[in-house]
């Protein structure tokens, strides 16, 4: 079957991508901005793509065109395949359908910390033997890949609540009817699709509905949002996980001022091991507690899931070091809700003590563009000593005001060269700079590294 992707540079659909590519399958696509890492995967695989939107690529003649859900009416590609009376699908119904059927789908969902904890998981069930399947919001490096089709039964999704497509508007993980499904967090967010954390909720309960009675619901226990979308509805027996205080039945045992490079595990009182790993922070100890909690729902020891996380390198993205120059790093996370920047900077001041550093922002999400999390991001940016802002012209509210409370420890650039400038004269050595973006930031990174090797140079 030939399958035409619309959206394929996206990470979910071009992970579809790989996946219908592994099954057999002849696949092309198309997309606007085509950059790494997706851009690599797709070359790597032998994909061809299509540069835009414009109708002359249905041509090609596919079987089915998947659609993303970056596609609206509109657009040229989206008018001549309806015009044509072409078969088309979403991206999750079409997993759904062709490859998740019939599988365990492990499903990890909530607004935070679904690409880590489902790159936790499948490392922990393919150090086991056990060869999953998965499809991952990132790349994780114990498998540098987004996707892949794996062998049976088990199929590791991360589970996004985002909405599926512009004919379905239901959240993409209604579509992927787990038997295991991990409840990381719940708050307000993709406020351009959400009117407020109820409508949220309401998507979650749609998803603990499709939960067989046999399966297994493991949530955070210390999560309201959570703990009313259960009582919403659940037919299937839950597990919970926290830290110490909370009365979970997976607790991540934490030492005062601790970076989380290593914690104790236990389970119901019992005492399971010590993880000793590379990942920081309090979220990520939660998400490995998450992690080894869904691995031992499908029969992995907790012994062996502590010892795979050993091993496990975390993600791309993912407080990943981009470089190190004149005694500064610099590093790239995805941070870009007020929650995830917050945690974010406390686990790297966990790690690196009284060191300064710099924390620097795009706001580049729909939620974080259209100003709806405005109040809460200054309190976010607390554990940093300096924070830079790009502000793009178009933003739409005011940037500064909404920080203000910051005074002067905050500084903002309309462009992606004077930012780099500015912070790389600021710089010096022991500094760590985070850059915090859902995007490429227009290779800040690069930019960054390089100013700094001409000053060391010189």
Same mark, same amino acid.
């Given at each position: 079957?030939?399958?035409?992707?619309?959206?394929?540079?996206?990470?979910?659909?071009?992970?579809?991508?790989a996946?219908?590519?592994?099954?057999?399958?002849?696949?092309?696509?198309?997309?606007?901005?085509?950059?790494?890492?997706?851009?690599?995967?797709?070359?790597?695989?032998?994909?061809?793509?299509?540069?835009?939107?414009?109708a002359?690529?249905?041509?090609?003649? %596919?079987?089915?065109?998947v659609?993303?859900?970056?596609?609206?009416?509109?657009?040229?590609?989206?008018?001549?395949?309806?015009?044509?009376?072409?078969?088309?699908?979403?991206?999750?119904? $079409?997993?759904?359908?062709?490859?998740?059927?019939?599988?365990?789908?492990? @499903?990890?969902?909530?607004?935070?910390?679904?690409?880590?904890?489902?790159?936790?998981?499948? $490392?922990?069930?393919?150090?086991?033997?056990?060869?999953?399947?998965?499809?991952?919001?990132?790349?994780?490096?114990?498998?540098?890949?987004? @996707?892949?089709?794996?062998?049976? %039964?088990?199929?590791?999704?991360?589970?996004d609540?985002?909405?599926?497509?512009?004919?379905?508007?239901?959240?993409?993980?209604?579509?992927?009817?787990?038997?295991?499904?991990?409840?990381?967090?719940?708050?307000?967010?993709?406020?351009?699709?959400?009117?407020?954390? @109820?409508?949220?909720?309401?998507?979650?309960?749609?998803?603990?509905r499709?939960?067989?009675?046999?399966?297994?619901?493991?949530?955070?226990?210390?999560?309201?949002?959570?703990?009313?979308?259960?009582?919403?509805?659940?037919?299937? %027996?839950?597990?919970?996980?926290?830290?110490?205080?909370?009365?979970?039945? $997976?607790?991540?045992?934490?030492?005062?001022?601790?970076?989380? @490079?290593?914690?104790?595990?236990?389970c119901?009182?019992?005492?399971?091991?010590?993880?000793? $790993?590379?990942?920081?922070?309090?979220h990520?100890?939660?998400?490995?507690?998450?992690?080894?909690?869904?691995?031992?729902?499908v029969g992995?020891?907790?012994?062996?899931?502590?010892?795979?996380l050993?091993?496990?390198?975390?993600?791309?993205?993912?407080?990943?070091?981009?470089?190190?120059?004149?005694?500064?790093?610099?590093?790239?996370?995805?941070?870009?809700?007020?929650?995830?920047?917050?945690?974010?900077?406390?686990?790297?001041?966990?790690?690196v003590?009284?060191?300064?550093?710099?924390?620097?922002?795009?706001?580049?999400?729909?939620?974080?563009?259209?100003?709806?999390?405005?109040?809460?991001?200054?309190?976010?940016?607390?554990?940093?000593?300096r924070?830079?802002?790009?502000?793009?012209?178009?933003?739409?509210?005011?940037?500064?005001?909404?920080?203000?409370a910051?005074?002067?420890?905050?500084?903002?650039?309309?462009?992606?060269?004077?930012?780099?400038?500015?912070?790389?004269?600021?710089?010096?050595?022991?500094?760590?700079?985070?850059?915090?973006?859902?995007?490429?930031?227009?290779?800040?990174?690069?930019?960054?590294?390089?100013?700094?090797?001409?000053?060391?140079?010189?």
């Amino acid at each position: 079957m030939h399958l035409h992707i619309l959206g394929i540079a996206g990470t979910f659909m071009g992970g579809i991508a790989a996946i219908a590519k592994a099954a057999g399958h002849r696949v092309t696509g198309s997309d606007r901005n085509v950059y790494p890492p997706m851009s690599t995967q797709l070359e790597g695989l032998g994909i061809e793509l299509v540069q835009g939107y414009d109708a002359g690529q249905l041509d090609l003649n %596919p079987d089915v065109v998947v659609v993303g859900n970056a596609l609206s009416r509109g657009m040229p590609v989206v008018e001549a395949m309806l015009n044509r009376g072409m078969a088309y699908v979403s991206g999750p119904q $079409w997993l759904a359908e062709q490859v998740l059927h019939g599988r365990h789908v492990i @499903a990890v969902a909530g607004t935070h910390g679904k690409t880590t904890t489902s790159s936790m998981l499948a $490392w922990i069930l393919e150090r086991t033997g056990l060869e999953p399947g998965f499809l991952i919001g990132g790349v994780p490096d114990n498998f540098g890949i987004t @996707a892949r089709l794996g062998r049976a %039964p088990y199929f590791v999704i991360e589970a996004d609540e985002y909405d599926t497509a512009f004919f379905d508007k239901r959240a993409k993980f209604v579509h992927y009817r787990p038997r295991t499904a991990l409840l990381n967090n719940l708050e307000f967010d993709h406020a351009d699709i959400y009117a407020d954390v @109820a409508a949220i909720r309401r998507q979650f309960n749609q998803l603990l509905r499709c939960v067989p009675g046999d399966g297994r619901v493991i949530t955070n226990g210390a999560d309201a949002n959570l703990a009313e979308t259960l009582r919403a509805g659940c037919w299937t %027996p839950v597990e919970t996980f926290g830290v110490d205080e909370d009365a979970a039945d $997976w607790r991540v045992h934490l030492e005062t001022g601790s970076d989380c @490079a290593s914690f104790a595990l236990s389970c119901r009182g019992g005492q399971l091991g010590r993880v000793e $790993w590379s990942l920081l922070g309090r979220h990520n100890a939660l998400n490995a507690a998450a992690a080894i909690a869904a691995a031992a729902a499908v029969g992995v020891p907790p012994a062996q899931s502590i010892r795979a996380l050993g091993e496990f390198r975390g993600v791309k993205r993912r407080m990943e070091i981009r470089g190190v120059a004149m005694g500064v790093t610099v590093y790239d996370d995805f941070a870009h809700h007020p929650t995830a920047i917050d945690t974010t900077l406390r686990g790297l001041r966990a790690h690196v003590g009284d060191a300064p550093i710099t924390a620097i922002l795009e706001l580049r999400s729909n939620t974080m563009k259209l100003g709806a999390l405005k109040e809460q991001l200054a309190a976010s940016l607390a554990a940093a000593d300096r924070c830079w802002f790009y502000t793009p012209p178009d933003l739409g509210w005011d940037l500064p005001a909404a920080v203000r409370a910051l005074g002067a420890k905050a500084e903002f650039a309309a462009g992606v060269d004077a930012l780099a400038a500015g912070i790389a004269a600021q710089a010096r050595p022991g500094d760590h700079l985070l850059v915090m973006s859902n995007g490429g930031f227009g290779g800040l990174h690069e930019k960054l590294l390089a100013l700094l090797r001409a000053r060391e140079a010189s």
